[in-house]
């Protein structure tokens, strides 16, 4: 792998970790339309450490209360828990669908979930959901509204991201907005969402990639930092965007974008 690679490939998973147009399905795709070998599921999940990186320093007042909250539970029942625990144990509960389903799944996500049909096939068929959703959706409900039973729904919906072009934050979104939640707010919910998602896959695949003749631990290093920085900005600009605008623009993205991956394919430019 080439420095231009690395950043390249870091640029594309800051961008579209946190923006709802899957960051595996890019980084399946970009490598494929310039003619690079594919980066692997292993690599493509030690790049969003840079991303987790960036969600734990933007959110870091936002984690810390909820850990400090979750203490004081533990450690004082003389009053009810805080929001900010309640929010961690929410956390906690949503990311048990996509722990298990990843274990049982793991040979399909590194082989055949990565095949481009399966790539454009999910960028159409959420990207639409996500314009059903919406369209018909009120948008209403707060952050602080969030209960159990939402964070079960949205972390359910989480699993269905494993789909290289569902979007793990596309599928939280979309949940979230389903159940009446405003915009902005089901964003902020799907990012705090994804800590522990994507820390596990990157501890899970770590190991494996530090360890792989083929990749530079400089290249690596230098992809995490780009990733970094871009998802940092990239979290800034969609909860800004989100408070006046609607996700259209995202779902014309994937329908486009789904279809031009069919028609590479069948023109022989992709394999």
């Known amino acids: 792998m080439t420095a231009l690679e690395a950043v390249i490939l870091g640029i594309v998973q800051g961008l579209t970790e946190f923006l709802p147009v899957s960051s595996s399905a890019h980084l399946r795709i970009v490598p494929a339309l310039l003619g690079w070998e594919d980066p692997g599921a292993a690599f493509t999940a030690v790049l969003q450490l840079g991303s987790l990186v960036a969600v734990v320093g933007y ?3 936002d984690l810390f209360g909820m850990a400090k909250g979750a203490w004081t539970a533990v450690t004082d029942r003389s009053s009810p828990p805080t929001p900010a625990a309640r929010h961690l144990l929410y956390i906690v509960i949503g990311t048990i669908p996509v ?3 990843g274990t049982l799944l793991k040979h399909r996500i590194e082989g055949s979930f990565r ?5 454009a096939g999910a960028q159409i068929f959420f990207g639409l ?4 959703v919406e369209k018909l ?4 409900r707060t952050f602080d509204e969030i209960t159990l039973r939402d964070a079960t729904v949205i972390g359910t919906a989480q699993a269905l991201a494993l789909v290289p072009g569902a979007s793990r934050s596309g599928v939280t979104i979309f949940a979230a907005m389903g159940l009446g939640f405003e915009r ?8 705090l969402l994804s800590v522990p998602a994507v820390a596990g896959a990157c501890l899970k695949e770590l190991k494996e990639v530090l360890h792989a003749k083929d990749v530079s631990h400089g290249m ?6 780009v990733t970094v920085v871009v998802s940092y900005a990239s979290i800034a600009w969609l909860l800004k965007f989100l408070r006046t605008r609607t996700t259209m623009p995202f779902v014309v993205y994937r329908v486009a974008l789904g279809v031009l991956i069919f028609a590479l394919l069948a023109a022989g430019q992709l394999h």
């Open 59 to 61: 959110f870091f007042k």
């Open 99 to 101: 722990a298990i389903l």
């Open 115 to 119: 095949s481009l049909y399966v790539v």
């Open 129 to 132: 959901l996500l314009g059903v």
């Open 137 to 140: 959706s009120r948008k209403t």
């Open 184 to 191: 902005a707010a089901a964003a902020r919910f799907s990012f």
């Open 220 to 225: 690596l290093a230098l992809g995490l930092a």
